[in-house]
């Protein structure tokens, strides 16, 4: 009999022993995800040196293609009555403005602001072209 508790005694430890240790990794697993997560928010990026090389390349980009005609960056605003505004003829959408505090727009076919709320007045349409 006292064979019998012994067994069943030692039975019982090495169960709880494997839930034990079985959630002790769970947690240093958990633990680890975490810090690793942590880790890579903390690494410091360089973009400083990012940004010089944009601005290298894009010097160069612009250096190679100067040529004798200038451009004029030429805008204007449209106002329209309702949820749609259109630019003229050869101008492109810049921004949208509209009314009763709706600040939820979209461009439609790159030269139309289209406010989205449910009741609006106005639209305003920031249009510009390149010449």
């Not at 605003?77 to 309702?82: I, P």
């Amino acid at each position: 009999v006292s064979g019998e508790s012994v067994s069943s005694g030692g039975t019982l430890s090495a169960s709880l022993n494997g839930q034990c240790s079985y959630r002790l990794m769970k947690t240093t697993i958990c633990s680890l995800l975490i810090i690793i997560s942590l880790l890579q928010l903390i690494v410091p990026v360089n973009t400083e040196e990012t940004l010089d090389s944009v601005m290298k390349s894009l010097k160069e980009l612009l250096n190679g293609r100067r040529s004798t005609m200038t451009k004029t960056l030429s805008c204007t605003s449209v106002k329209a009555m309702g949820t749609l505004s259109s630019c003229p003829s050869g101008m492109t959408v810049t921004g949208c403005s509209c009314g009763f505090a709706c600040g939820s727009w979209n461009v439609q076919n790159e030269n139309v602001c289209h406010c989205l709320c449910p009741v609006i007045d106005w639209t305003v349409a920031r249009c510009c072209k390149l010449a």
